[in-house]
């Protein structure tokens, strides 16, 4: 019974403006996918590794994840696809067809490089207590108004029931393939698997757990290791 975390890193990362792969932009000389594969495996509950690249990439993703593997778990790169859903869903049916055992898969943001063991371990253990589907969610600090085509205000949904979304969510396998198998592109797993009506399930995530998309998120990523809170 394994669990595999897929890392779906094959975006390009215009947003970052660094002209690379975002997986492959280094924060204090370490790239993001070394630092979001360490934490997987750090974590020490999850035995197999899938990483989804630019097709361009796979040779410099398996460069520098290969030293990764003697932390306890196994780590495969592969092409990724033209979105993130068609990354995961490559990365997905490379796990099923090769490595057996698998019963438990997360999906994880490369991006979200800095997310701690806590969040990893939190979600593995509620899928193995018998939940189908598992996110990291934090409450929302920001009140959220909903806007039509021309941004006007149609809407102030209530801030008390929102939540920010996470990753790794984490999924049992058979789950994780049926929400795929529509085809339907999503931002996140999690809401594939909603239009199944399966209920998806909550975990507590972290504040250090957030997505690296523009040079800002960066700078905070920086001063988070400057200040040891990582
Ligand atoms: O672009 P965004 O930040 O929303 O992407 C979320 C994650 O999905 C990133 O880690 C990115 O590398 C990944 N991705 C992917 N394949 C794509 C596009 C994005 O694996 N074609």
Redesign the pocket.
């Known amino acids: 019974m394994s669990v595999v975390a897929l890392?779906?890193?094959?975006?390009?990362?215009e947003?970052l403006g660094y002209g690379m792969?975002?997986?492959l932009v280094p924060v204090n000389g370490v790239p993001l996918l070394v630092r979001a594969v360490r934490g997987l495996l750090d974590a020490g509950c999850v035995q197999h590794v899938v990483v989804?690249?630019?097709p361009s990439d796979v040779d410099a993703m398996c460069t520098v994840t290969a030293s990764l593997a003697s932390a306890g778990g196994a780590v495969h790169v592969l092409a990724?696809?033209?979105?993130?859903?068609?990354?995961?869903r490559l990365a997905l049916e490379y796990a099923l067809r090769e490595i057996p055992d698998t019963s438990i898969v997360l999906v994880h943001?490369?991006?979200?490089a800095f997310t701690p063991g806590a969040v990893v371990r939190r979600v593995v253990e509620a899928v193995r207590a018998g939940h189908p589907a598992v996110i990291p969610v934090l409450p929302m600090a920001d009140t959220v108004k909903q806007v039509d085509a021309d941004g006007a205000v149609v809407a102030t949904p209530d801030r008390a029931a929102l939540r920010i979304v996470q990753t790794p969510q984490g999924f049992t396998a058979d789950v994780l393939l049926r929400a795929h198998a529509s085809g339907v592109q999503a931002?996140d797993d999690a809401g594939l698997v909603e239009r199944l009506g399966v209920p998806v399930t909550t975990v507590e995530g972290h504040a250090n757990a957030m997505?690296i998309?523009t040079p800002f998120d960066l700078a905070v990523a920086e001063a988070l290791l400057t200040g040891g809170t990582t």
Not at 109 to 112: G, L, S
Request: aromatic content about 0%; proline content about 7%; overall charge positive.
């Open positions: 890392v779906p890193a094959a975006g390009r990362g947003r792969a975002k997986a989804a690249a630019p990724g696809g033209a979105e993130r859903t068609d990354s995961v943001d490369a991006a979200r931002t997505k998309t």
